[in-house]
């Protein structure tokens, strides 16, 4: 058995250093806990430290450190130890420790999940739940040998286990389609259906006479129960007031009628039989950090030319002559031994994803000129474009087969830019479709094996359908109807991010490029693609969208923000130098704004009557009105105006084409802060709506989701070493992110060093974390639900409740929280309560019919499938509210486009007031303290002199009725003009 150091573990509070805040907890949201067995004392998990108090209640001592995600304690038969999962080496793991804080050690060990643990009477072997098996089921592993077992083998999810007191039965969930619900398991292996529901079920609890079993039902009318079942009878009976928030966690039995449980952030004593239930109070004290540091310095007048590092999607030529990319809302060609790039399109679109043909002379890619994302061919040497593919939705991936007649790409889906995509290959003479394979979840560019009989692709392969993280691997997808296989050159290990990042089949077949730790690999194969010998490491730095020339002898790539190409014969790698800059567009003239009524974004009153006066991109005065004044006059005398919008929640792509920039600005917000990206992609909006190449808003900008060895989303960075996150951590550096964003399955440790390296380049991190994420200075915080790793969330629970815990935490760390509420319900809320929802022109101008009608449906079908995630959306707002009011930071966001751009901000800011927010503190949120969230109120958020003139001329009285926001007349970004009329048209209608 492996012993781990206990040193790291949390200090006490007597030991909390004096420039730490401490935070007293007395609640806990979604805590689970075990009681003793001479009953004298509780083990509970509050925030992820295991905490043990007496039976009675009172002051909480930590067992555990904070860093380790440590979740359901289970005290052994003895009560010396207690066993608990771990997410310390971001794996869950299970973890024993003595009941005086002393010898920790890690029971299981791997690659896998193993939850849940429970003892076995004797305290000999432990069982838990694992995904060992391709799927989570019940396993046993004896204490002193280390031996493990597999208890059952049922291809749905088996988890939650627990032993009756004489050992004989173990009761469990299952998710069994014929018949879910808590199953019983002989000693012999035979199990047995106990009760069946179609309620999510979870933590079954043996009663001391073995006749009958508790267990927590979470209902689709959105009610939380405990039920308890009767050995034989297969019903279940409700023993919980019909009022409570019951967690999703096991009971405690003091006596054959009295229990413990968890509920509405408490700690409960329950009698059978008995309708009230007695609270047992405890104290938890943690320390947080709020550490200052020097914030970016940002340099919005700077006209000076700055390198272009949005390179999107750079491919050579067969010949290796010729490197084409897009970046500038244009398609680029670089000749080498040339520094400067020719564009080749020069229009007001977009264009992306270009690839070269097997002979070099024709280019596919994908435009937005003909109203969406639709697949073009240019004949190199005519010049001529030619539209191939027009589908009803968006295009993107176009690859050539060898021989030239076809080209393989992928349909996709605007409402989800993260999201699934429809294989299909297309005949480039005749132009005929043909479906290749069902819609995967965000699959990487398509490659085509020497023969045109194999496609290989970086596609997601989930642990479980308990959790949906899983490892990218190479799917290779037969042309001849042979089933879809999954190989990997690394067993267990993610490829590099699912977009350009391979597998890339070299020419001649032999081999596959590929990113992997964020280094450049290659791996012979077989002509269909199977792994035939060991990987070769090409780079020892960040290596990004490989791509081969024609003779197969090397790759060129980009480090970072250079191109580079690595030859395989000996491995010398020879940069490709590029001048290539682009400029901000500044207005130089000067604009009078007479505006009846202000609001700066600092007063809950307007001020009225008065003139912004506006030089170049700035604000130079605010006065009161006089005719005449020297200027282009805005005649805003019977509108309202208020600062540009932040949509601080947001994730883009290429596929939303062009028309994104001007859907933003159509909507006031002028400034985005997108929360994860490919990084490229991001910098090539910024740079082309900062130099004017396309119309849009700001951006502020993060890369791929950082995240640990499993991942969910195509463009999440699988992290699997500390030298690894150092290399990204660089890149965020050499590529002026605006901010980092660690996702679900991060562990702490790593996003420690994440935050201090970040601090010290002056931007903010933000993750789905509150704690210990406060304890060591992260700045911000996503969703109040949002994805865990836990299979249940730390901030709130299953009937959306968030209790003093998550408020105090927030409230008192200073972190920024961004609820996405729309996205929790309130879009859909919102929908509900206004006939004309969908009738704001802004909607009507970029959305189409059909696709009104879809959320009209979705709207319908959630409300009669899942009515409690309408009925209990209402918790969400009083959270929002009630971190208002204990004076924490919120902040305006919604995980657009999961709802629709730009329309999602406001049904935010209306979610908001519908429930007790006021419009002022909406608008604020949106506004001035979102700026100071980016680290840019020195420039945006307010209407004061000095300010970057980013503004909203609106038609009503946003701080009286809110839904007004949304008429939105006129717009200035950087001080230049945009008229709603003109930003509903494309340019083709100008």
Not at 657 to 662: K, M, P, S
């Amino acid at each position: 058995m492996q012993l781990c150091s206990f040193a790291s573990f949390a200090s006490s509070p007597q030991s909390i250093v004096s420039d730490s805040i401490r935070v007293t907890l007395t609640e806990g949201t979604n805590i689970a806990i075990d009681l003793s067995p001479d009953k004298k004392m509780i083990a509970m998990d509050l925030q992820g430290t295991i905490w043990t108090m007496p039976v009675a209640g009172g002051e909480a001592k930590p067992l555990t450190d904070a860093l380790g995600d440590s979740r359901l304690p289970a005290w052994s038969p003895d009560g010396s130890r207690v066993a608990f999962h771990s997410y310390r080496d971001g794996n869950y793991h299970i973890w024993t420790v003595n009941k005086n804080r002393t010898d920790l050690r890690q029971v299981t060990f791997g690659v896998y999940d193993d939850r849940e643990p429970y003892w076995s009477p004797d305290g000999k072997s432990l069982v838990f739940s694992s995904d060992r098996d391709g799927n989570y089921d019940v396993w046993e592993i004896e204490l002193g040998s280390g031996k493990l077992k597999q208890l059952t083998n049922n291809p749905a999810n088996d988890y939650y286990p627990a032993y009756a007191a004489d050992g004989k039965q173990i009761a469990f969930v299952s998710e069994r389609t014929e018949a879910p619900g808590i199953y019983v398991l002989s000693q012999e292996g035979k199990e047995q259906l106990l009760v069946q529901g179609e309620a999510k079920m979870a933590a079954p609890s043996w009663h001391p006479n073995g006749s009958q079993v508790l267990y927590n039902a979470f209902t689709q009318h959105g009610h939380s129960r405990l039920e308890a079942a009767v050995l034989g009878d297969g019903g279940g009976q409700t023993i919980s007031d019909p009022s409570e928030d019951i967690f999703p966690f096991r009971v405690s039995w003091l006596s054959r009628t009295e229990f413990l449980y968890t509920a509405d952030g408490k700690i409960k004593r329950r009698k059978l039989g008995k309708s009230k239930a007695q609270t047992i109070p405890f104290k938890a004290v943690v320390a947080l950090s709020r550490p200052a540091y020097q914030r970016k310095t940002y340099t919005f007048d700077n006209i000076a030319p700055q390198p272009v590092l949005g390179i999107r999607g750079a491919s050579v030529s067969p010949d290796g002559k010729r490197i084409i990319f897009s970046a500038l809302s244009d398609l680029w060609i670089l000749e080498k031994g040339k520094r400067k790039p020719v564009a080749i399109a020069n229009d007001a679109f977009v264009e992306v994803d270009p690839a070269w043909s097997p002979d070099g002379n024709k280019l596919a890619y994908v435009s937005d000129r003909n109203g969406s994302m639709d697949l073009w061919i240019r004949d190199l040497q005519t010049g001529k474009d030619h539209l191939l593919v027009d589908l009803p939705n968006e295009l993107n991936f176009p690859s050539w087969s060898p021989d030239g007649a076809r080209i393989a790409f992928y349909e996709g889906d605007l409402r989800n830019a993260w999201g699934r995509g429809t294989l299909h290959v297309v005949d480039v003479a005749s132009g005929k479709v043909e479906k290749l394979h069902e819609s995967m979840f965000v699959p990487s560019q398509p490659s085509w094996s020497a023969d045109g009989k194999t496609i290989a692709i970086s596609a997601l392969e989930v642990y479980s359908s308990r959790y949906r993280e899983g490892v990218s691997k190479i799917l290779l997808v037969s042309l001849d109807g042979q089933p879809d296989q999954y190989v990997s050159p690394v067993p267990e290990r993610s490829l590099g991010t699912r977009g350009k990042n391979g597998p890339v089949w070299s020419p001649n077949g032999n081999m596959m490029a590929y990113t992997l730790d964020g280094l450049l690999w290659v791996v012979p194969v077989s002509k269909t693609g199977n792994i035939i010998g060991p990987p070769k490491r090409l780079t020892n730095e960040l290596a990004e969208v490989p791509s081969w020339t024609g003779d197969s002898k090397s790759i060129v790539f980009l480090a970072t923000d250079t191109l580079k190409q690595v030859y395989l014969a000996d491995g010398h790698i020879t940069p490709i130098p590029m001048d290539f800059t682009w400029q901000y567009k500044q207005p130089t003239e000067r604009k009078v704004i007479h505006a009846g009524k202000l609001f700066d974004g600092r007063a809950a009153a307007y001020r009225e009557n008065v003139d912004i006066i506006i030089e170049g991109n700035r604000i130079k005065e605010i006065l009161p009105h006089q005719a005449g004044r020297q200027g282009n006059l805005i005649d805003a005398s019977g509108k309202t105006v208020i600062p540009g919008l932040f949509e601080m929640h947001t994730h883009q792509s290429e596929m939303a084409g062009e028309r994104l920039g001007r859907l933003w600005l159509s909507y006031g917000i002028t400034s985005l802060r997108e929360t994860g990206a490919d990084p490229y992609d991001a910098i090539e909006r910024k740079e082309s709506w900062s130099s004017g190449a396309r119309i849009g808003p700001r951006e502020f900008f993060t890369g791929g989701l950082t995240d640990g060895s499993r991942i969910y989303y195509g463009l999440a960075t699988s992290i699997n070493s500390g030298a690894q996150l150092e290399l990204e951590l660089e890149r965020t550096k050499r590529l002026g992110y605006d901010l980092i964003k660690t996702y679900v399955r991060m562990p702490d440790l790593m996003q420690e060093r994440i935050t201090a390296y970040a601090h010290s380049i002056g931007i903010p991190v933000s993750s789905h974390e509150i704690y210990p994420a406060t304890r060591y200075g992260v700045d911000a915080v996503e969703h109040i639900g949002g994805t865990s790793r836990r299979g249940y969330s730390p901030k709130i629970t299953s009937m959306n409740h968030s209790y003093q815990d998550v408020i105090e935490l927030l409230a008192k760390s200073g972190m920024n929280i961004t609820p996405t509420a729309s996205l929790q319900g309130g879009f859909y809320v919102m929908a509900g309560k206004d006939p004309a929802f969908f009738e704001n022109r802004q909607f009507k101008a970029f959305f189409s019919e059909s696709y009104a009608n879809d959320l009209k449906e979705n709207a319908q079908s959630v409300t009669e499938m899942f009515p409690g995630y309408i009925s209990n959306f209402g918790n969400i707002q009083k959270t929002v509210k009630a971190l208002l009011a204990a004076g924490a930071r919120v902040t305006t966001g919604t995980d657009s486009p999961f709802i629709p751009y730009g329309m999602s901000l406001h049904t935010e800011l209306q979610s908001w007031v519908d429930g007790g927010v006021t419009p002022y503190e909406a608008l604020r949120s949106a506004t001035l303290w979102s700026a100071e969230a980016v680290g840019v109120s020195k420039d945006l958020g307010t209407v004061e002199p000095g300010k970057l003139a980013d503004l909203v001329i609106v038609a009503g009285d946003p701080l009286t009725r809110i839904q007004d926001a949304w008429n939105v007349e006129v717009v200035l970004k950087n001080g230049e003009v945009h008229l709603i009329q003109d930003l509903l048209k494309s340019p083709s209608a100008n």
